[in-house]
């Protein structure tokens, strides 16, 4: 999506986030926050290296990965861990279920499908506090499935 501006909203929300963490928005981690906008799914380290590569040619991988580092300790993106998979960064911290691609790696939100009440649930039904709930579907997106 070229010539992306962020949401007003979100743009105040990241800003006071940099604001509370004594960081600063410099424009590495402006631009890493624009190709995670751009991205499709949830990109790699390298994935948003690559869309920010197409605008900075000069832009140096470890740049990409301690901004997405600052952005990750302030809490405007969050890393997804999974096996067989690189690391995965997320802009949409709501709690939501997101699916991948198991022949091609692909990652996708499930739309339509609240998963708003699942660390309620949990809470309601174990002794634990949950700190995080994360949930992965896996199958074959249709890409694949024609392929």
């Known amino acids: 999506m070229a010539g992306f501006c962020m949401t007003e909203r979100l743009e105040e929300d990241i800003r006071e986030k940099f604001r509370r963490s004594g960081y600063t928005l410099t424009s590495q981690r402006r631009a890493v926050l624009e190709a995670l906008k751009e991205a499709e799914g949830h990109p790699s380290a390298e994935d948003v290296y690559l869309l920010v590569k197409r605008k900075n040619p ?4 470890g740049t990409v990965y301690q901004a997405l580092s600052v952005l990750e300790e302030i809490g405007v993106v969050e890393s997804k861990h999974w096996s067989e998979s690189p ?3 997320d802009l949409n911290l709501e709690p939501h279920l ?3 691609c198991v022949r ?3 990652v996708e939100e499930v739309p339509g499908v ?5 660390e309620s649930r949990i ?3 174990t002794p634990y506090r949950v700190t995080r709930a994360t949930m992965l579907l896996e199958g074959v997106c249709p890409a694949c499935q024609d392929g």
Do not use: S
């Open 104 to 106: 091609c790696g692909r």
């Open 87 to 89: 690391t995965r960064y």
């Open 58 to 61: 000069r832009v140096a991988l």
């Open 98 to 100: 997101d699916i991948r």
């Open 114 to 118: 609240d998963a708003g009440d699942l």
């Open 123 to 125: 809470q309601e039904n």
